[in-house]
């Protein structure tokens, strides 16, 4: 067990307030489990915990998934003689030094998360899990960790005192205090050469720049979007999909910034939960191109609402006043037409109309929508 001393510090640096993506116990003992898993960016469910696999082979036994800070995560071999369990936290391999970080996953599901990351470095070269960490290596990570705060407001003055076009986001101390990763985010190049020059005089460490986009960013610092929940990318999204224009466009959204655009000021990546779906449903509505032809006038198409399946239409000569139809009796229409018959009228096929207004009020244009696409 820690000695009384050594219990109190640690106690003293957790009253701290630390995004690491966890919760640290009080006291700590070394084998302790303390993640959190209500905390946790980027958490995930074993769901072969309980699976006995026709694989067996020692090394995917060994593998282990550990987090670091927010959604920072790597993956390890550790030892044989060394008994881990989820939870557990253990001083890992780093480039110079070692690190400090928890365990998530553990044997055949790492290799799973490998592949679904694109994780490609080989068994051979991959890093490994020194052992559990001890009361001395939690001290030195917490009193790490109580300088980040600090290096990051530092680090953001001297970069504009620089005149450096960057934003810096994120500050990460490696576990045994040596070295520092700089999150900044930037519309092109950065010369940081001297930044990188005066943050080692400054702080005493190593220092890594390191570049991300601004959906990284969101993933990174975590915040809850406008449904009310935590924001996907920082919950369960590792890997990004390309959001286009034509997603909005399919589910006929209005081009709104407020409501498309996400934390990262980018289209929101829910935009793409539901497209494949809204095409699939778009096949069976017809050409929005087609003029329905009534004895009455003509009528042009003026929006679909495809969930309920109806379409909207309205006589060229009264755009302002619109008629859905279901969109079965909108094909029935076209085919009478092509017969070259007119119906008597819309009116007659109409289950509800509406009396439409051009408001653009808080709307975007088309060259502005693209702009929030990747």
Not at 170 to 186: L, S, W
Not at 288 to 301: E, P, R, W, Y
Request: hydrophobic share 35%; charged share 30%.
């Amino acid at each position: 067990m820690i000695e009384n001393q050594d219990k109190k510090n640690i106690q003293e640096n957790d009253e701290l307030t630390f995004e690491r993506g966890c919760k640290l116990c009080q006291e700590y003992a070394p084998g302790q489990k303390v993640l959190d898993k209500s905390a946790c960016k980027l958490n995930q469910f074993d769901w072969m915990k309980d699976y006995e696999g026709t694989d067996t082979t020692e090394v995917k036994k060994r593998l282990a998934e550990v987090r670091f800070k927010n959604d920072r995560k790597d993956y390890f071999l550790y030892p044989e003689d060394l008994e881990l369990e989820v939870g557990e936290m253990v001083a890992v391999e780093a480039a110079i030094g070692h690190d400090i970080g928890i365990v998530t996953l553990l044997g055949e599901i790492v290799e799973h998360q490998m592949k679904r990351k694109k994780y490609r470095t080989p068994l051979a070269e991959m890093k490994k899990i020194y052992r559990r960490a001890r009361p001395a290596d939690v001290e030195k990570w917490l009193a790490a960790i109580k300088l980040e705060k600090g290096t990051l407001s530092r680090t953001r003055v001297i970069a504009e005192n620089l005149g450096l076009e960057m934003k810096l986001n994120d500050v990460e101390y490696q576990g045994d205090k040596t070295k520092a990763i700089f999150y900044y985010t930037a519309d092109g190049r950065v010369d940081f050469r001297e930044l990188i020059k005066k943050l080692a005089e400054e702080f005493h460490v190593r220092v890594e720049m390191r570049q991300i986009g601004v959906r990284q960013e969101s993933a990174k610092l975590g915040g809850l979007g406008s449904c009310g929940r935590e924001l996907c990318c920082a919950s369960w999204i590792c890997d990004f999909q390309s959001v286009t224009t034509s997603a909005a466009r399919v589910q006929q959204l209005s081009p709104n910034p407020q409501k498309l655009a996400g934390m990262c000021g980018k289209l929101k990546c829910c935009l793409n939960f539901e497209y494949e779906a809204y095409v699939e449903a778009m096949k069976a509505f017809p050409d929005t191109n087609i003029v329905l032809k009534f004895q009455s006038g003509d009528a042009i198409h003026q929006k679909d609402d495809i969930l309920k399946g109806i379409a909207w239409y309205s006589y060229t000569t009264d755009r302002s006043n619109i008629m859905a139809i279901p969109v079965e009796k909108a094909k029935e229409i076209i085919a009478l037409n092509k017969k070259g018959q007119k119906p008597e009228k819309l009116e007659d096929f109409a289950i509800t109309t509406e009396q439409h207004t051009n408001n653009n009020e808080g709307f975007i244009s088309d060259d502005d929508l693209k702009k929030m696409s990747d």
